[in-house]
């Protein structure tokens, strides 16, 4: 079924072309961080800093267009966390662990886009979502405004849970993966992937004929693909790539470029007429896809289905898309 990414998005990146200078994308809004909270005051259950109107800058970690769940931290909460299904560690904000007293557990290894950091972490004792247990994790501590909000949930928290997005209703749960993978439903598409480093990896895929190994990541707002893809695309000429900044939660800024793609398939779904970034991106290295024409795909692509369900048990990504093209 052919679909198309939401003109919003597309219109942004496009956007950055028509001026001179390359405008930055961002994998965070550029806004001024939020007051901090008085001690002892409970954050705001949506709490994430606000848009910058005046800001040219294209987020790939935008909040508006990113989900979020509610999790409670050593008992108190619910905070509204990203669910990243790109992040390979929960990441909370320097000001939310401030004001919950987390001990530090030091320095710890975290992977970025942009590359690999040493940053500042705390414990947590118990980090739960929904009515599923809690549990103990050493989560990196980064400045909200880097975030686009209070916190990140990431991989380390989803194994063997399964993540249905509900992009109708723009709703968003985990919730536990059941010892069987529930039945396809009428319309849904189920794709198969490959574990990498806990990530799961779509080989059944490709953008304008080039076959492609794809990640959903659900962290970004933006979807973007590795050098060897943005190459061969433009070897093609299948794609005509103009120069971007990007710059990613830890302050790493790397080159890039950005494109008009004519075609995306995920299974046997295509996504017409999509606009993408392309870099050198550290997270291919890290997953082994840097050698492979590979895409980390962002919200702006999945926004073009109806329901998103990954399940990290089962290995599977499933996907109905019941809208026409707006392309």
Not at 124 to 149: K, N, T, V, Y
Not at 202 to 215: K, N
Not at 296 to 302: C, E, K, N, S, T
Request: contains cysteine.
């Amino acid at each position: 079924m052919p679909l198309s990414t939401p003109a919003a998005a597309l219109a942004a990146l496009l956007a950055l072309g028509q001026s001179p200078p390359a405008a930055p994308l961002t994998t965070r809004a550029t806004v001024q961080p939020p007051p901090p909270a008085a001690p002892g005051q409970p954050l705001p259950d949506d709490a994430a800093p606000p848009g910058d109107s005046g800001s040219t800058a294209v987020a790939l970690r935008n909040a508006d267009q990113r989900m979020t769940v509610k999790v409670m931290i050593n008992g108190a909460g619910p905070f509204r966390f990203i669910v990243d299904s790109g992040a390979t560690r929960t990441v909370i904000s320097r000001r939310l662990a401030t004001l919950l007293g987390l001990p530090s557990a030091g320095t710890v290894t975290l992977h970025s886009v942009g590359g690999e950091s040493q940053v500042e972490a705390v414990k947590i004792a118990a980090l739960s979502l929904s009515d599923m247990p809690a549990q103990p994790i050493i989560a990196p501590e980064l400045a909200e405004a880097d975030l686009g909000g209070v916190g990140i949930l990431g991989i380390d928290m989803l194994a063997n849970k399964r993540v249905v997005i509900d992009l109708k209703n723009n709703r968003m749960k985990v919730e536990p993966a059941g010892r069987y993978r529930p039945p396809a439903e009428l319309g849904e598409i189920v794709v198969t992937a490959r574990r990498r480093y806990g990530q799961l990896v779509l080989a059944d895929a490709d953008a304008v004929g080039t076959r492609i190994y794809a990640v959903i990541d659900t962290g970004s707002s933006v979807t973007l693909g590795n050098i060897v893809l943005r190459d061969k695309l433009v070897r093609r000429k299948r794609a005509q790539a103009l120069p971007v900044d990007i710059i990613d939660v830890t302050g790493h800024v790397i080159k890039g470029h950005y494109a008009q793609i004519n075609d995306i398939r995920l299974g046997t779904t295509h996504i017409q007429q999509s606009t993408i970034a392309f870099s050198d991106a550290h997270a291919f290295e890290r997953f082994g896809l840097d050698k492979k024409p590979s895409m980390l795909v962002g919200m702006d692509l999945l926004r073009c289905f109806d329901r998103v369900s990954i399940d990290f048990k089962h290995k599977t990504v499933s996907l109905i898309a019941s809208r026409p093209s707006i392309g």
